[in-house]
């Protein structure tokens, strides 16, 4: 049992009540969560860093993933991507590497203040050379040594097993898989005939999670690579099996979360969030995208927003990064920026529905008095990236309105009709 | 009544015939929507240009604001900006110039290949001085230009009355008026007293808009300025007004459509949007936005684009873009097309909904084939900007996978697994 839960049994970790304090929730209701499973807390015991809640009542959290690739091997690059990603609102990390000395990269992706995770099939592929080459004692040895360097969360496809793979031929899809995870299991379960060792010897797996006390991340493998495939069955035969996954590794005491799809149609995403929540108990949700059309490569940033923010409104709970480069390329920091902050905009979207009206208005209120008042140095601090609107404000000189309307502005012409005065922050800023 | 209304008494016209086909639909289906008025077909007479149909049924259609302003007053670059737009897809524009030779402005603008929209109370004001010192007269003439000129559509803000006023008093918002002809009719009527004359006049209107055959867009004056003002009755008042207006529009002959807000929490979109319909008998609806947070300046057309996608789930007809540097400055020609391409992909992704099923698998499949079959040629003609897909893909030379993934790329391997063949096209490319 990982020791938040134990602790758990004898009053309110420590953990939890500081989590609680980042979040705004009582300590009580977030134990609540964490003991019911519906709230996980990723922590290494082997690093001492930020952490932060994942689940149900808590802020959607945003992860970036990083890493090298075989086309594009730079350690010092990645790990200026995730610098960005942290300074930009990242509330986790995870090192996808699959080239170059992928342990010393780890390595320096985990010195960073996040908690951070992995998928380890990618460094087992490459040792072995090949999917087909891989072997089960390599995969946990790779697991535990991921474990030992301090990884707070490992993806593990554990749903990917024989079943999948024949409802993948019975109901086959246009791009039968797309999850690189996945695409490694299946390669190996077709070249052996044998099963997932993830899946069959998932109870091993827990307890090397449990002695590291590491989260699992269970994932999604199955997940449709396309808006045309996430009707096809393979996506929720995987669901049911990481039902019984999550309700299994729950009650060892292992805490973890589902990743979900994927590409799934618009009116989609909403049943599928709740399809997977009821088939796991109401396990923190980690989903990649979701991707509401194929057909905009190049703005999946922006998609992947459209898509975020509609699963967040139905229990979506943790949101993968998607960078204007996916499908297309490894992306430039630049890239990561841009892609944080859409996914960071779409989880703050959801959380004004999810914490509720007062929340929210307390997150708007500074804004609207900012923009009533013409008062720009408030409106800058009270935006989520305030750099960037000053910069884009800015650059037409230092205006009392904006270059939009000028002194047409709408709210200049108000406030003159409805002798609004200026307020003391106004006329202490010497503007009048 | 509009001619293309009374052609209708006599069969079907040509405009529907030829609306119906670019959208795929009945031509008996089309023409029933707009008899019913629920589709509306801009097209000045005095112009020969490119229109299209707005409404139930339709593909979501996207405006693109363009126009000088006084700070930064440019013909040529709205000019750029509007055929920007247009290169990247948008559907009509509107001509917002408050500022120099508005009249010339517009001409050029008219002279493009789309419906051309505009808002005359801003060239009123401008050449009154300013909006207390605005005469009927003086208004009712800027109309007969614009319709004269060969606007398609019209905004005016018709609910903006005494009413309204009224409620803006007793039901106070933090920014009581964010929308500028809004804010010109209330300080109009707050200097003179006296009801405002597109409401009081509103019959006298319509007599102008039937003999130039210009639609009416019926302005949201009162649209809330931020989404902590969204509740409050002022905007609600306003749709009551405009339902009422746009029935008598209607049985006068002239078609309509409504604009609707603005800045509106994200669970909220939906309702607005299904109430606005309500009030109106179903008239095309035209989104500002929706802006579903206040607090992402810089980054308002992702939170748009997310508005916008939902707002058509409920039924939103015609989304008006919003460029990065909304609330901020005068957008550049770079902001309209990263603005127009953001409304652009939030308008398909309604659209894969309201079009159903067997619409959205006809516009996604080739894309998850050409993924498949990892033929990137393909996959950027799949794709609704291709262009810029192709930039981000090519910048790390020219693979056979991409540089995410590089040879560990899933389709790749699940290809090989599987033992997918190539196709022969990969083959006529040579890849073998």
């Known amino acids: 049992m990982h020791s938040l839960l134990k602790e758990c049994q004898t009053g309110i970790p420590k953990a939890i009540r500081q989590c609680a304090k980042e979040e705004g929730l009582a300590p009580e209701r977030l134990f609540r969560a964490v003991v019911l499973g519906r709230v996980t807390i990723p922590a290494n015991p082997l690093r001492r860093h930020r952490t932060c809640a994942i689940g149900e009542g808590c802020r959607v959290k945003v992860n970036v993933n990083v890493g090298t690739s075989a086309e594009r091997c730079n350690p010092d690059l990645e790990v200026e991507k995730a610098k960005a990603a942290l300074d930009n609102g990242a509330d986790t990390l995870m090192d996808l590497s699959s080239a170059g000395d992928i342990p010393e990269t780890r390595r320096r992706i985990l010195a960073m203040d996040a908690p951070v995770g992995t998928v380890p099939i990618y460094e087992a592929v490459r040792r072995a050379g090949s999917a087909a080459d891989l072997d089960t004692d390599l995969l946990f040895r790779v697991i535990r040594e991921h474990c030992t360097d301090g990884v707070d969360f490992l993806t593990l496809h554990c749903g990917v097993n024989l079943e999948a793979v024949e409802v993948l031929k019975s109901d086959p899809r246009i791009l039968p898989v797309v999850s690189r995870g996945g695409a490694f299991h299946v390669a ?29 991340s269970l994932g999604d493998g199955m997940r449709p690579g396309s808006v045309c495939d996430a009707e096809r069955m393979a996506k929720t035969t995987e669901y049911l099996t990481l039902g019984k996954l999550s309700k299994r590794a729950f009650s060892y005491g292992i805490q973890r979360f589902i990743e979900g799809p994927g590409h799934i149609p618009f009116d989609q995403v909403g049943h599928n969030v709740r399809m997977i929540k009821e088939l796991t108990d109401g396990a923190p949700l980690y989903l990649l995208g979701p991707l509401v059309t194929d057909r905009a490569p190049g703005y999946d940033h922006i998609v992947g927003a459209i898509g975020g923010a509609i699963a967040c409104l139905h229990g979506a709970d943790f949101l993968c990064m998607v960078s204007p480069s996916e499908h297309l390329a490894l992306p430039r920091t630049e890239e990561i920026v841009e892609g944080t902050r859409a996914a960071k905009i779409a989880a703050y979207i959801g959380d004004t529905v999810r914490r509720g009206h007062e929340w929210q208005m307390g997150q708007e209120t500074g804004m609207a008095e900012a923009r009533r008042d013409l008062d720009w140095e408030r409106q800058f601090g009270e935006a989520i990236y ?20 000028g002194e047409l502005c709408a709210i200049r012409i108000i406030r003159e009709s409805f002798g609004i005065k200026k307020t003391d922050r106004e006329r202490g800023a010497g503007r009048d």
């Open 188 to 216: 190996w379960m077709l070249a052996s005939g044998e099963e997932n060792p993830l899946y069959a010897e998932f109870d091993y797996l827990l307890e090397i999670l449990d002695e590291h006390e590491v989260v699992i």
């Open 386 to 405: 305030g750099g960037h609107a000053r910069e884009i404000h800015e650059r037409d000189g230092v205006l009392e309105t904006c270059s939009m309307c």
